[in-house]
């Protein structure tokens, strides 16, 4: 049980990395609480199985260092660092039956047998496995082998931190709500930290109660899944998270306010700071509305596509060439023509070279 | 685990030693190779290969070989490529029996029918040709062939086909141009191991020839009993049999490490 | 894989089915048709039932080829297959040196049998071959021709050469196509050298494996040309398996009745062995 502390990690598979692009990972610093469910977010190539990997232990870092608790753990062995990793693709030890496989770590460092037999069942309990211990884990579905590898992690009491490596990937579909749920309530009765390697918005969304997005090889933000929603610290955040994602604006600025198809926009941070920067306002379709008839201002529109998601649709709608989305409950009217749109100055904000304006 | 590198690097050292021996042979004069051991050649000569090349009784040995193991070749992986799909992607009548029987002729062993290929050969009219050798390697190279090519093509998803139908390809067409490429690797690994036994075996070879597709092994086992014992044109001779086998390693080397495999592990 | 039942099929291994029956069935035919008569050598041939079988099967000769090919045959299994093994566990994953390795490890394979023989003939005459030579000045009394314990540590150790080659690189195959998730899995799980040989490794080369085991016991069991061109059975008897047994038998005596009887039983021990082996190889694998 550890506090996670990575100081200042790079690291690259190149052997001499020239550029910034060279780069896996470009500069890490970040901390995980101990106990916490978290997510690692973010598009394939990103970087986030790297992290992974240098947390495990799998990769050594180029530069920085990886602190549980204050213990400095850069050089260690995955053996020696009590974690537990769960893989993209199911890892069971063919020849042996569940039983064997969960007391393997066990087994392992060495653990007596009775110990081992009472952890083993405890965690087969756990992991809904009691009545199949005794069965070859070949046989088992993928579910199943993805169970017992998070139960070969669960089956140590030294364990500080449990990775899941995008361990839905080869999950059938209906099951996969079913094990995203296990999860959940799994890291609820044995308080471990987890770290949750996905692509996928919502299984990150759903599990986490931290969410670490990474684009390009660096951290963009940590958030919680609300934080993220609401407050996007940079565009790729913005539209990376939501369906659809955050419209992304470029804007002008006079004055200090930012001007979007010759009129001021409201928006919630300050323009500080941002001369010479490529400006652009962003805000998501939810915030997004049609002004009434009898609102004064708003931007002129033409309406390019409307498409039905069930309980709201999608509005595409053209301004100065640039296409804004917005959602419209059911119910509500769409103008035909002459439409205006009013955008929520407290969800309106300015973003400088993609990061938010301060 | 640092010193890994030694059991590799000592068992090939132990592999290259007699191949040394050999080559060390082909450059020696008679006389030395009588007159005592010696670690390398101390009159380096090459009237060896020059006898070789010049001579057509022996060069054409080379050229007999590599034409009846180049016919194998491309006839047993031509015929196994329709009948490994069939085993991996069809169930019918016999199927399972089929393949184990074409398995047990693998089994055969060459001697047990040395003799009978000499009279059936002869019987249809082709004795001593290179079609008589290809064919009578057929016998253990197409069970093998077919082995090796069906484990590839199983590791290859059904939907793949099912998805080339969709799109309008004939069967041939699909066949020949999606399904053959995507077991290129497989291909290879089978072309190698019909390659490798077919010129490796003589048994059979030097039975159905007398003269006119007589292999080089043949020739050599013949010079070695009527012009006395000319260890260092036996060395040489040798040492050029090598020579093919390198070529067509070094072809398909990118090809061994996964290829080996089989297809399925 | 579910697979369709389509009789169709059959047209295509009808071209498989046709060369090798014309290559398998009427040379069968003939050995089967020689093993049940009697010649006096002018062609005309009389009916002997099941004599040649019995008196095959009695022969002390025979007894005698079995052995020693059973010998040899276990001899080179038990050091190949372990040492095949060890090498490809030994040998790098990546880097510029895999080629290079596996081209030379490979380059005994291709060689013509009787060039293998012929080379191993001459690098272990005891005065002006290598290995002879060396052994001698050693203080050994080596000599392959004369000796018959000799003779048989030439012929493995020839064939511990020509053949460990095949063994480590279908080894290697099966060894670099596990996925590296098994490794960290495993490092993760604390497991040591042993335990991951033989909970990762070893499961996961278990097809190879057979193959291997069973390519190398076939092979093994048919020598011929490399032990003839060697040894030629001798000195004596004493390196005289099966396939030279056998054709001595046909070509040197010309006993045909005989010949046959033992090519058929012959065949018939491959058979049934590599039947052995494979189930056991495959129920173990099941259960």
Known sequence: ?358 | MRKSWIVPTAYIAFLMLPIYWLVNMSFKTTNEILGGFSLYPKEFTLDNYVTIFTDPTWYMGYVNSLTYVGINTVLSVAVALPAAYAFSRYRFVGDKHLFFWLLTNRMAPPAVFALPFFQLYSAVGLFDTHIAVALSHTLFNIPLAVWILEGFMSGVPKELDETAYVDGHSFWGFFLKIFIPTIAAGIGVACFFCFMFSWVELLLAKTLTAVEAKPIAATMTRTASTSGYELGLLAAAGTLTIVPGAFVIYFVRNYIAKGFALGRV | MNKTVNQKAWLFVLPVFVLVAFNAIIPLMTVVNYSVQETFGDNTFFWSGVLWFEEVLNSERFHDSLFRQLMFTFSILAIEIPLGIAIALTMPRKGPWVPVCLVLMALPLLIPWNVVGAMWNIFALPDIGFLGYVLNALGFDYNFTRQPGDAWFTLILMDVWHWTSLVVLLSYAGLVSIPDAYYQAAKIDGAKGWAIFRHIQLPKMKRVLTIAVLLRFMDSFMIYTEASVLTGGGPGNSTTVLSIDLVKIALGQFDLGPAAAMSLIYFLIILLLSWVFYTLMMRNEES
């Open chain 1, 1 to 358: 049980m550890a506090k996670i502390t990575l100081d200042g990690i790079r690291h690259s598979y190149m052997e001499n990395p020239v550029e910034e692009a060279d780069w896996a990972l470009k500069q890490v610093d970040l901390t995980w609480d101990d106990g916490g469910a978290y997510a690692l977010l973010g598009p394939s190539g990103c970087g986030k199985t790297t992290l992974l990997n240098i947390i495990s232990g799998l990769l050594r870092p180029r530069r920085g260092s990886i602190l549980f608790d204050e213990t400095d753990v850069t050089p260690l062995p995955p053996d020696q660092r009590h974690i537990a990793q769960v893989f993209q693709f199911p890892v069971v030890y063919d020849t042996m039956t569940v039983y064997d496989n969960l007391a393997f770590p066990l087994r392992n460092r060495g653990v007596d047998p009775a110990t081992v037999d009472k952890r083993v069942r405890e965690v087969a309990e756990f992991i809904d496995m009691s009545h199949r211990l005794k069965e070859r884990a070949k046989g088992l579905t993928a579910d199943g082998k993805q169970k017992i590898s998070l139960g070969r992690g669960l089956v140590r009491t030294d364990v500080n931190v449990i990775m899941f490596d995008e361990p839905l990937t080869v999950i059938d579909p209906h099951l996969k709500w079913q094990l995203r749920s296990k999860l959940k309530e799994l890291h609820q009765r044995v308080k471990r930290t987890m770290i949750y390697v996905t692509h996928d918005q919502t299984e990150a969304l759903t599990f986490a109660d931290k969410v670490v997005v990474m684009n390009l090889g660096e951290v963009v933000q940590v958030g919680t899944p609300v934080e993220l929603f609401e407050k996007p610290h940079h565009t790729f955040v913005g539209h990376f998270i939501g369906s659809p994602g955050m419209n992304v604006l470029p804007c002008a600025l006079d004055n200090g306010k930012p001007i979007l198809a010759g009129q001021p926009v409201a928006i919630a941070n300050q323009a500080k700071g941002t001369d010479g920067k490529s400006l652009e306002i962003g805000i998501r379709p939810e915030f997004v509305s049609f002004s009434g008839p009898n609102e004064e201002g708003g931007l002129p529109v033409q309406i390019s596509k409307v498409s039905d998601a069930g309980r709201f649709r999608i509005v595409e709608t053209k301004c100065d060439g640039q296409t804004v989305r917005l959602l419209v409950g059911e119910g509500k009217e769409i103008p035909s023509d002459g439409a205006r749109l009013r955008f929520d100055p407290a969800n309106t904000r300015l973003y400088a070279d993609g990061w938010l304006a301060e």
